[in-house]
C-alpha cells in the first residue's frame, strides 16, 4: 500500500478529531516456516499482512475474525511482546515498535495485556499479592506500596482484598480472570489489549467479566483492544470493529455500520452465522455459508484472497488483491472490488 493509501486505512477514530491514543500502520509478520521432514525450510508464515487501525482514548476497537487469522499476533506486536517484522505501533505520539526492552519499560506501564486463559497466564507458585504487585515492582514501587495497591485492585474487580496471599489455584476461573484484569490495571494503563478475555469463561461469567471491564472503562477511561471470535461479545463491548482475514483487514468501521450493514461478503459471512433473538427474524435472514477452512499464510491465494470461499468472487478477485477503502457513508471501509452498497438513506 502507498502512505496515502495506508494512512487511509484505518476507519476513522471514534470521535472523530483528536489524535489517536494508539497508531498501528502497515504492520507485518513474518514467522519463518516451520522445516519439512527432509530438512527443508518451509515457506514463511505472513501471519500479520499489513494490518492498520488508530484507538482513542477510552475507546473500543474489536479485532474479529476466524482462528489463524492474525489477531492475537496483532495483540502481542502492539504490547510489544513480538517485535513487527516491519510497520508501525505509535502509542501517545510516540513510535514504539522497535524501541529495546529498557526503553520500553516506561511505556509497557500505559499498555498492558489481558490473556484468554486466565490460569496459564498466572504463576502457580506465586500468591496473587506478588502476581498484581509484579508489574508495579518492575516500574519501581517500594513492596508495602504495591501491597496496598493490590489490595484496592481485588476490591475494585469485585474480590476480597484479605485473599491476596492465596494462590491462583484457589480461585474459580472468573475470579482468576478478574486477577488477571487487577494486575492488567496496577500500573495505571490507558490501553489494555485483551486478547479473548472471556472466550475461556462459563456463558454467565462472561458477562460479568465484560461488566466489569466496562465499568472500569467509564471510571479509568480505559482503552480496549478487544480481540475475540464471538461477535455478540464485540458487538456488545466496542465502539468500533475491525475484522480480519489472513493476516489483513478486510472491513473496519463503526459498530452500526458493521454489524447493521456489512459491506463485505466475509463479514456478511460471519455475522449470518451469529443467531439472532428473534425467532421471526432468525427464521427469515439470508445465511451465507462460508465453504472451507482458511488457507494458511504460508500460502494465501493470488488477488483477493478470500476468493476460494466467496460467493462472489468474479475473474478479478482472482488475480488483483482489492485494497481498503472507504464503502458508503462514515468513514467504513472495506477491501472488496464488489462491497455490499450502503442501504439508501
Ligand atoms: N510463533 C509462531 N511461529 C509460527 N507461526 C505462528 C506463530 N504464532 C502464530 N503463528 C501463525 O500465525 C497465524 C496467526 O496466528 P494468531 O495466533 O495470531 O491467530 P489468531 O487470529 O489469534 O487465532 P485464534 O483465534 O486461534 O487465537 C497462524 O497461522 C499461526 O499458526
Ligand atoms: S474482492 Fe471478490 S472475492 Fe474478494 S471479497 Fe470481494 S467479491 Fe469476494
Ligand atoms: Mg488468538
Request: hydrophobic share 40%.
Amino acid at each position: 500500500m502507498s502512505a496515502l493509501e495506508t494512512v487511509a486505512a484505518t476507519g476513522g477514530p471514534a470521535d472523530g478529531g483528536a489524535p489517536p491514543l494508539l497508531s498501528v500502520r502497515d504492520l507485518v509478520k513474518t514467522f519463518p516456516g516451520r522445516r519439512t521432514r527432509g530438512g527443508r525450510a518451509g515457506a514463511p508464515v505472513r501471519a500479520v499482512d499489513g494490518v492498520g487501525f488508530d484507538i482513542a482514548a477510552g475507546e473500543t476497537l474489536g479485532l474479529v475474525g476466524e482462528s489463524g487469522c492474525g489477531k492475537s499476533t496483532t495483540g502481542r506486536m502492539v504490547v510489544r511482546l513480538l517485535e513487527p517484522t516491519s510497520g508501525s505501533v505509535t502509542f501517545d505520539g510516540r513510535d514504539i515498535s522497535h524501541l529495546s526492552a529498557r526503553a520500553l519499560r516506561p511505556v509497557r506501564r500505559h499498555v498492558q495485556m489481558v490473556f484468554q486463559d486466565p490460569f496459564s497466564s498466572l504463576n502457580p507458585r506465586q500468591t496473587v499479592a506478588r502476581i498484581i504487585s509484579d508489574p508495579m515492582l518492575a516500574q519501581g514501587s517500594g513492596a508495602a506500596d504495591a501491597r496496598k495497591r493490590a489490595a484496592e485492585l481485588m476490591d475494585l474487580v469485585g474480590l476480597i482484598p484479605e485473599h491476596l496471599d492465596r494462590y491462583p489455584h484457589e480461585f474459580s476461573g472468573g475470579q482468576a480472570q478478574r486477577i488477571g484484569i487487577a494486575r492488567s490495571l496496577a500500573t495505571r494503563p490507558r490501553l489494555i489489549i485483551a486478547d479473548e478475555p472471556v472466550s475461556a469463561l462459563d456463558v454467565s461469567i462472561q458477562a460479568q467479566i465484560v461488566n466489569l471491564m466496562e465499568t472500569l472503562q467509564r471510571e479509568l477511561g480505559l482503552a480496549y483492544l478487544f480481540i475475540a471470535h464471538d461477535l455478540s461479545v464485540v458487538k456488545r463491548v466496542c465502539d468500533r470493529v475491525a475484522v480480519m482475514y489472513l493476516g489483513r483487514i478486510v472491513e473496519i468501521g463503526h459498530k452500526a455500520q458493521v454489524y447493521g450493514a456489512p459491506a463485505h461478503p466475509y463479514t456478511r459471512a460471519l455475522l449470518s452465522a451469529v443467531p439472532l433473538p428473534d425467532p421471526a427474524a432468525e427464521r427469515a435472514r439470508e445465511r451465507i455459508v462460508l465453504l472451507g477452512d482458511p488457507p494458511s499464510p504460508a500460502h494465501p491465494p493470488a488477488g483477493c484472497t478470500f476468493h476460494p470461499r466467496c460467493h462472489k468472487a468474479r475473474e478479478i478477485c482472482r488475480t488483483e488483491a482489492p485494497l481498503l477503502q472507504i464503502t458508503g457513508p462514515g468513514q467504513r471501509q472495506a477491501a472488496c472490488h464488489f462491497p455490499e452498497p450502503a442501504p439508501a438513506g
